[in-house]
């Protein structure tokens, strides 16, 4: 049922964190309602980086529309330029070659080792434990550095169009990566022995921050925050897409459903990925790396969903097409909005120290949450 | 051997042969006070100077090396831009106490410099509570900190203070009662018999089990006061901005950021002396020959090599461990450290009165 | 359940049901007066169980609106899309936040986007757009010359 919403007593302090905050991952605006160190009620303020994205698509062509979707969720661009490609491939019923499917799934599952990468920085960082951070932006500089050679950016790279990828693979780049493969599996325990095993790490996550099974799915969360609660959601095994269902990897998932749950899921979530490109890296096959397809895209009259796991959750890209160049309607349904809608009821009744710990666990990225 | 007691000395009988025995007395006052200045000023700047190389050593980079050789002049080039910026007030601003809340934390620092012992007859004032003097002159600080939080008229810098407040309340006992395992041992409260009495050996080494549980304990504590990580709450920069300084800007930053350095300087400083010895070098019982190549190192380098490793050890904490909460943080102190720093100087207590020390 | 069988046990559940062909999905047409009792029903109905709300969003059709929901089952893993439409010059359809919690947000979203009224919603207010913003701009007719430059 719905909750009341508690109002203001006497003796609250109410503060503002953010927008501008070292903590908040990106412009978010929380306001708090406190009693001493204890959380009454935690409501988000958002909007600072709305940028209209939706409206945007829709004077925008099937082609161009690609390129403003990367800085959604600016670390899993390559997820998201994927799930643009993919419901634009769906409409127009056109199959992609082998190769560009083999590429795409690698370069996704790289994105999310980065992605993952700098999560773990920034949340030992968010705690306190500065060092981490230098560790966790070494690993995610080589990867970046192997994608810059093959998609031309760092960050914002469009190199997925509906019909395949937009040019092919650097000649360097299976070396490169089989290289990172060896050096990433040594790193591993590095990880694990710096934070993991840090008994005051595991004090300030373990019990904050609980979200059960029921709620996980009431509130629409996925991705990492809704399998450490137990919930069986990732896309890539129930709704496989490209080669992901020839691919050999486990679903993680934990039971617990607190903030340290949500950890070891994202840890291990790097470890299946890095499997992945294990398995895929020598067996990309020759061929074309896009498919024809015409000069200007039309849709043909109808809706499309598409639904990719990003390192986030389960992105969704919705479009309604009436027969035009240009959507008449995009929809993009974030996984860190629904994420965030369940952090107040995650954090009530903690403290701050916990809020802390709990947004840097479910791993908001503001631009992603507020398009 | 060179020491600098013998400049001292000669200060003194220069001063005394010139002017009358109360001008030279009012002359050493005043230089001494200058010494004192100096030695704050020239400690604050070579401890943030070596807090960034330590942490660009653990986070595997290099840490400010363009003003200088090896950047030792980053420092000082951060204090004159600091005396150069804008000192904002805040409305609303409490403005007797906001000016106020920097030098109290400043003047407690310089006060507790008195007792210490640097080297051999190096001591501004050997007062014979020296160990009471030390403790008790700490727990003003706090009061410092609350001036501060609660005259920014912003609600993190109260939350801030009153964290800090908190913690270094608690925590004070737990550092009282270690050192007070000490002075059992040494039977004297002044800091130059406790040195004197480490001559055959450091306490460490002396009165061993409950000497190092006792130290352990200690360090925690005095990590914990000072406010450093891994109990930096107060000025936990991803949770409360910068806590009870946040509204600090320009030159009253720059008295609170020197005050901390300073006081993990005294701290280390004392436990250096309790535990390690202070001045004195490593004896080893009466082996004549061995203590006699000791003494060839200069009792002040000795000092400061012992002072410098703590602070090391504490810096090391700060980049490797992340964060406690407050209840976690208040709950170490009052469940597990005070009922073991109790039983620790029972434990001392028996060692002593049975003499199964060394 | 496969589409048919969702077909059948819809019309058992309402007889005035109507569906739209085409599309990956089942889509079903509802009138805003029977809404929210069928929605109820997709989550609560043991064969149904409709746990998972993972869209919710509105479609501006110049001459109505259409709600479009999408709904999931995380037990029995069909999907479903519901539809209503609304009139043009006064959208009002019963909020579902009750039985989503996710709902609650995602209204807001839509509320502030499109100007649909949602009843009964908690805390019906602006989200992405400042508070004090007039117009609806995710609508067709929108106009805004400052800040809006048409190619």
């Known amino acids: 049922m719905v909750e009341e919403i508690g109002t203001t007593t006497e003796g609250d302090l109410v503060i503002n964190v953010g927008p501008q905050h070292p903590a908040t991952h990106g412009v978010l605006h929380l306001v708090l309602t406190l009693n001493g160190e204890t959380i009454k009620k935690v409501e988000p303020h958002l909007g600072y980086i709305h940028r209209s994205i939706e409206k945007m698509c829709e004077s925008l062509s099937y082609r161009q529309f690609i390129y403003v979707t990367s800085r959604m969720d600016y670390l899993s661009s390559h997820i998201n330029n994927h799930a643009c490609a993919l419901c634009v491939e769906k409409g127009l019923q056109v199959e992609v070659p082998q190769r560009a499917q083999y590429i795409r799934v690698i370069m996704d599952e790289l994105t999310r080792i980065a992605s993952h990468e700098l999560w773990w920085g920034a949340m030992a960082m968010d705690l306190g434990a500065f060092t981490p951070f230098f560790h966790a932006f070494r690993e995610r500089e080589t990867i970046t550095d192997i994608m810059e050679k093959t998609c031309g950016a760092r960050l914002t790279m469009n190199y997925m169009v509906p019909g395949g990828v937009m040019v092919d693979l650097h000649p360097d780049f299976q070396k490169e990566v089989k290289s990172f493969i060896q050096l990433y599996k040594s790193k591993f325990e590095e990880y694990n022995e710096l934070v993991t095993g840090n008994i005051i790490f595991q004090n300030r996550m373990k019990t904050i921050g609980f979200i059960s099974y029921q709620d996980a799915i009431s509130y629409g969360c996925s991705g990492p925050v809704a399998r450490a609660s137990g919930v069986h959601c990732d896309i890539r095994k129930l709704y496989p897409y490209d080669i992901y269902d020839k691919v050999e990897f486990d679903e993680i998932t934990e039971t617990a459903g607190d903030s340290y749950a949500r950890y070891i899921v994202r840890l291990k979530e790097m470890q299946q990925s890095i499997r992945i490109v294990e398995q895929l890296i020598d067996q990309i096959p020759e061929g074309d790396f896009q498919a024809k397809t015409k000069a200007v895209l039309k849709l043909p009259k109808g809706e499309f969903y598409q639904r990719v796991e990003t390192a986030r959750g389960e992105l969704g890209v919705y479009i309604v097409s009436e027969g035009a160049t240009t959507p008449y309607r995009i929809k993009f349904r974030s996984p860190g909005f629904s994420n965030l809608s369940a952090l107040e009821h995650m954090v009530k009744g903690l403290k701050i120290g916990d809020l802390v710990a709990a947004m840097g666990t479910l791993d908001l990225v503001i631009p992603d949450i507020d398009r | 051997m060179f020491s600098l007691e013998g400049l001292t000395q000669l200060i003194h009988k220069w001063l005394n042969s010139h002017l009358s025995p109360s001008l030279a007395l009012l002359t050493e006052f005043v230089l001494v006070g200058i010494a004192a200045i100096a030695l704050f000023a020239l400690l604050g700047l070579s401890l943030v100077w070596m807090e960034r190389k330590v942490a660009a050593v653990m986070q595997i980079r290099l840490g400010p090396n363009r003003l200088g050789p090896k950047g030792i002049f980053q420092t000082s080039a951060d204090t004159l831009k600091l005396i150069l910026k804008e000192g904002l007030v805040p409305d609303g601003a409490d403005k007797l106490l906001f000016n106020l809340a920097p030098l109290v934390v400043m003047i407690v620092a310089m006060l507790i410099l008195a007792p210490i012992a640097f080297a051999k007859n190096l001591q501004i004032w050997d007062i014979n509570i020296g160990v009471l003097y030390l403790s008790a002159i700490s727990s003003l600080s706090v009061i410092g900190i609350f001036m501060a939080g609660w005259a920014s008229n912003n609600k993190y810098s109260l939350l801030g203070a009153m964290r800090s407040g908190a913690q270094i309340v608690s925590y004070e006992l737990s550092a009282g009662l270690s050192v007070l395992s000490i002075v059992v041992m040494t039977g004297s409260l002044s800091i130059k018999q406790i040195v004197l009495s480490q001559e055959n050996g450091w306490w460490i080494f002396k009165a061993h089990i409950p000497a190092l549980i006792a130290f352990v304990i200690f360090i925690i504590a005095v990590t914990a006061e000072t406010n450093r990580a891994p109990f930096d709450l107060a000025e936990a920069e991803s949770e409360l901005t910068a806590g009870f300084h946040t509204e600090y800007s320009g030159m009253r930053f720059a008295l609170f950021f020197l005050a901390e350095y300073i006081n993990i300087f005294i701290v280390c400083a004392i436990g250096a002396t309790l535990f390690f010895g202070g001045w004195m070098p490593l004896h080893i019982g009466h082996w004549q020959a061995f203590n006699h190549i000791m003494d060839y190192i200069p009792s002040s380098i000795w000092f400061l090599g012992k002072t410098l490793g703590l602070i090391f050890l504490i810096m090391w904490f700060r980049w490797t461990f992340p964060r406690l909460r407050i209840d976690q943080l208040l709950n170490l102190e009052w469940k597990y450290l005070l009922p073991i720093s109790m039983f620790n100087l029972l434990l001392m207590t028996l060692v002593a009165i049975n003499g199964w020390h060394f | ?151």
């Open chain 3, 1 to 151: 359940m496969l589409k048919e069988e969702l077909k059948i046990k819809f019309t058992q559940l309402l007889s005035t049901i109507e569906f739209e062909e085409g599309g990956e999905w089942l889509n079903v047409y509802l009138t805003p007066a029977e809404f929210k009792s069928f929605m109820v029903q997709l989550r609560d109905d043991p064969s149904l169980e409709f746990d998972y709300l993972f869209c919710l969003t509105a479609v501006d059709w110049k001459t109505h609106f259409t709600m479009v929901y999408h709904l999931t089952s995380t037990i029995h893993r069909h999907h479903v899309v519901v539809k209503v439409k609304l009139d043009r010059n006064n959208p009002e359809i019963e909020t579902v936040s009750g039985i989503w919690r996710t709902a609650e947000m995602l209204e807001r979203e839509v509320y502030d986007l499109f100007g649909i009224q949602f009843l009964n919603h908690p805390d019906l207010r602006r989200l992405i757009m400042p508070d004090d913003w007039n117009g609806w701009p995710l609508r067709k007719d929108y106009e805004d010359p400052v800040n809006m430059i048409r190619l």
